[in-house]
């Protein structure tokens, strides 16, 4: 009997959603006169250690929402070539992050797409988080695939926890309960389409989220490593703590 063909892996999305527009007011004084997204962390910009770890992940096109400086956020990105970049503006209104992706609708496309925040680092993990998010993603069965890190391998983060986790991955809220193991880590797979139908014009990702795991669409996997949120000055001298300098 001839073995049965091999499936081809999985691969994720070639276009990517990066949320780059926040005020980042909880990094200030830092941010007085540059965005977030150009602090230095390990002597990288916040945004291109997102990017990096894309491209990694076989991105090919990013789609970066742009407010709070940006200009200067715009100058930067043109010094890469290692993928093609797209601005969506947001110079007069900051949208969220689901109204940042129904926004840029015409850039991003109907099909499934990586949307990751740029102020989050990680270390450590056994294989690249795009691969492994793209084992799972199915999106006849799930409307977002999500990264997911027990809260004991997280830095930076302040809340009580954010879901649990069924077998095969199943999150559910963490609701009334007063802790939940699980941190949202800002990288995930995504059917758009929910994103797209939201009539509002400045709404976050999480609604989709909370709507999709009350009917049981909303899936999590969670990598091995070291997961950081850098969202103030103190947290920056913690992730690099952890962080081999840039180059090496």
């Known amino acids: 009997m001839s073995a049965p063909p091999k499936t081809a892996p999985k691969t994720a999305p070639k276009m990517a959603m990066v949320m780059a527009a926040g005020l980042g007011t909880r990094m200030r004084p830092l941010t007085n006169d540059k965005p977030k997204v150009l602090i230095e962390v390990a002597g990288r910009t916040l945004i291109d250690h997102t990017l ?3 491209v990694e992940g076989g991105v090919e096109t990013a789609v970066i929402n742009v407010h709070a400086f940006a200009d200067q956020v715009e100058a930067h990105l043109a010094k890469r070539t290692d993928l093609r970049i797209l601005i969506s503006n947001e110079r007069m209104r900051l949208l969220e992050t689901g109204g940042g ?15 990751a925040n740029s102020d989050y680092v990680w270390t450590g993990e056994a294989q ?27 830095l930076g ?3 009580p926890g954010d879901f649990f986790a069924a077998p095969g991955g199943v999150l559910t809220r963490r609701g009334d309960a007063a802790e939940a193991p ?37 899936i999590g996997v969670v990598p091995e490593g070291l997961w950081m949120q850098v969202g103030d000055p103190a947290a920056i001298k913690l992730a690099e703590a952890h962080l081999p300098p840039a180059g090496r």
């Open 52 to 54: 990096d770890r894309l």
């Open 101 to 115: 992706v129904k926004k840029a609708r015409a850039m991003l496309g109907e099909g499934p797409i990586v949307v």
């Open 128 to 154: 690249p988080l795009l691969d492994q998010l793209a084992e799972v993603f199915d999106p006849s069965r799930m409307d977002a695939v999500v990264a997911v890190v027990p809260k004991e391998r997280t």
């Open 157 to 159: 983060f302040e809340t």
């Open 182 to 218: 699980f941190h949202v880590f800002g990288v995930q797979i995504i059917d758009p389409q929910p994103l797209y139908a939201d009539p509002r014009e400045a709404f976050s990702i999480r609604d989709a989220w909370f709507a999709s795991a009350a009917a049981g669409r909303l």
